[in-house]
Every structure is written in structure tokens, then in C-alpha cells.
């Protein structure tokens, strides 16, 4: 399967589609359940409309997560992650979702990979850009976006801080064009919300849905599914020298970044209003691109075994999740 993978041709990236829907598969042949929890003013309108039609509670998932692995697979392409072009970091960024039931079924955080992997593009893109200004606004506009359906994500705000000063110098005009976006973001979503008579409610659901390791009940297969995340997480934290070892400078910084964003993740999911499964999702984007690219530093046949092994495991805690 990986062979589909292992080409340089960008439109390799579209079978993320077809491998997406394979993960997915199980949901479609059982009711898809009710995702409980708390939600954003935006979030909330976000699963009230999509709750309305099976198809696209159960579609939704798949396709959101394979465009953001057609984003990552662009950012690694264009900003030298790897050394050749490699499709690896996009099914990484699939194969991850995968591995826990919990991130199956639609929640409004599935849009905030999207989010972040376009954040991380645009802080990328001053180490060798001309307009450093608006790329590192971009990122804090990008982030602002997510943290207005998952608020917990402006915890990553000293993160990209730090990604500041791996590409550039993070001085305080430069730390001011970030924030400037994050800022802008919520301007705009807190008055529209005014403008509809609803500020009160958007400010009331954005600081309440902070928190601090509150944690909340999960069926023993998707913890089983959160258990099976050390597999990859482990893989990429004892090889992370070694993975920048054969990169040229941008790339390394580039790699160091994604591996700051990872260390940033489980603090974002501890400082949610409740820590609940789905919200490990955090760690879906980070850790895909970084185990997507060890994938495709080994033999094919090692590889293949790995992926096998993780693929197979995924789809049978799916089913034993969604039959019980």
C-alpha cells in the first residue's frame, strides 16, 4: 500500500482520500454516535450543521483529515522537511487519526488541523521569504481561527514564539505580528457575534472552555486506541536527532519546529475545559508529519510492516469500539 506513497508526483496525495475512507469504513455500517462535550459559540454551530445529515457526520471526519494531509504533504514539499519530495508526511497526518475511535466521528476540532498545519506553513515560510511581516500575521491569524473553535489552542502562542527565533530573531515587532493576528481573528468573531446579539454567550463559551486536567469517562477501546499513540510518539522522540542529521539547515529548523509544536500539544489538551479522547487529536498533526517522515527514511519492507501493523490495529479498535 505504502507504494502509492513513495512517488515525488503531487497528485499522489489524493489517494489520501481513498485511504481516509478506508479507516473510516466501520462507522458507515454503524449508527454513528453522539459526540458529547463542550463547544465554542462557533463550534456549536459547527456540529449543529453538520449533525443534520448522517452522511456528512460520518463523511466529514475522512475528508478534513485527508485535505490536511494534502496541506502537510505541501508544507514538507516546499519547505525541504525531507530530502526528496514525499507524500510519507500527509499519510502520517492519516494514519494517526486513525489509530483512536474517538477521533471517527466529527467534532469541530478536526478543522483546527487544518488550521495549525497552515500556522506552521506561514511561520516556515520567513525563514527564506521577503514578507516575513505578513507571513508571521498569517500565522497568528491561522492559529486565532483554531483557537476560536478549541480556545485551549492559544496555548501554542509561546510555541510559535519560539518558532520566531528558530527562523529569525523573536523581537518584539516580530512577537507583535503574531499575536496581531491572533488578535484580529477574535475581533472579528467577537463582533460579529455582537452584531447578531450574541456577544455575551461567544465570551461566556470562549473563557469556559478552559480548564485544567479535568478529565472525563472513556470506553476502555478508545483509551486503548490513546495507548497505541506511544507506538509512533516514541519512534519519533528517540530518533529526532537522527532524523535531522541529512537535512540542510531550513529543513532541520523546520523539523525542530514541528517537534516544538509536539512538545506544546499535551499542554493544549490539559488546559481544555475537559480532557476527553477526541482531544488528543491535538497531537494528530505534529506527530503524523514527524512519524510520516521516519517512515520514509526506512527500507520498504520495514516500513510496510509498521504501517501494516498500525493500520490492522486502528480499524480493529474501531469496530471493537463501535460494537460495544
Not at 491561522?142 to 514564539?161: D, M
Not at 532524523?243 to 506544546?264: A, M, Q
Request: hydrophobic residues 60%; charged residues 10%; proline residues 4%.
Amino acid at each position: 500500500m505504502l507504494s502509492l506513497f513513495r512517488t515525488n508526483q503531487s497528485y499522489a496525495s489524493l489517494f489520501l482520500f481513498g485511504y481516509a475512507l478506508l479507516l473510516q469504513l466501520p462507522v458507515f455500517f454503524f449508527d454513528v454516535p453522539a459526540v458529547t462535550g463542550d463547544h465554542t459559540y462557533y463550534g456549536s454551530w459547527l456540529m449543529a450543521g453538520v449533525n443534520r445529515s448522517y452522511w456528512l457526520a460520518t463523511l466529514a471526519p475522512s475528508v478534513l483529515v485527508a485535505l490536511a494531509g494534502i496541506v502537510a504533504n505541501a508544507i514538507c514539499s516546499s519547505y525541504r522537511f525531507a530530502r526528496t519530495v514525499t507524500q510519507f508526511p500527509g499519510l502520517g497526518v492519516v494514519l494517526v487519526w486513525g489509530l483512536c475511535p474517538a477521533f471517527h466521528f466529527f467534532d469541530p476540532q478536526l478543522l483546527t488541523h487544518l488550521f495549525l498545519l497552515l500556522a506552521i506553513g506561514a511561520l516556515s515560510s520567513t525563514y527564506k521569504g521577503s514578507s516575513m511581516e505578513i507571513a508571521r500575521f498569517n500565522a497568528g491569524w491561522w492559529l486565532g481561527l483554531a483557537s476560536l473553535l478549541v480556545p485551549a489552542y492559544l496555548v501554542f502562542i509561546p510555541c510559535f514564539i519560539v518558532g520566531i527565533s528558530i527562523f529569525r530573531t523573536a523581537d518584539l515587532r516580530a512577537i507583535g505580528q503574531l499575536l496581531g493576528g491572533v488578535v484580529i481573528a477574535h475581533f472579528l468573531a467577537g463582533t460579529y457575534a455582537y452584531w447578531r446579539g450574541d456577544f455575551l454567550e461567544w465570551y461566556t463559551l470562549q473563557v469556559g472552555s478552559f480548564g485544567f486536567l479535568y478529565f472525563g469517562t472513556e470506553m476502555p477501546y478508545v483509551l486503548g486506541g490513546l495507548a497505541l499513540l506511544a507506538l509512533p510518539l516514541l519512534i519519533v522522540l528517540l530518533t529526532s536527532e537522527r532524523g535531522r542529521l541529512l537535512l540542510n539547515i531550513e529543513g532541520s529548523k523546520n523539523v525542530s519546529f514541528v517537534y516544538w509544536v509536539l512538545l506544546f500539544a499535551p499542554l493544549v489538551v490539559a488546559c481544555m475545559a475537559t480532557v476527553r479522547a477526541a482531544a488528543a487529536q491535538v497531537l494528530v498533526v505534529p506527530l503524523g508529519m514527524l512519524f510520516g517522515l521516519w517512515l520514509v527514511r526506512q527500507e520498504a519492507a520495514r516500513a510496510e510492516f509498521y504501517h501494516l501493523l498500525l493500520f490492522a490495529a486502528a480499524l480493529a479498535l474501531l469496530v471493537a469500539a463501535l460494537i460495544n
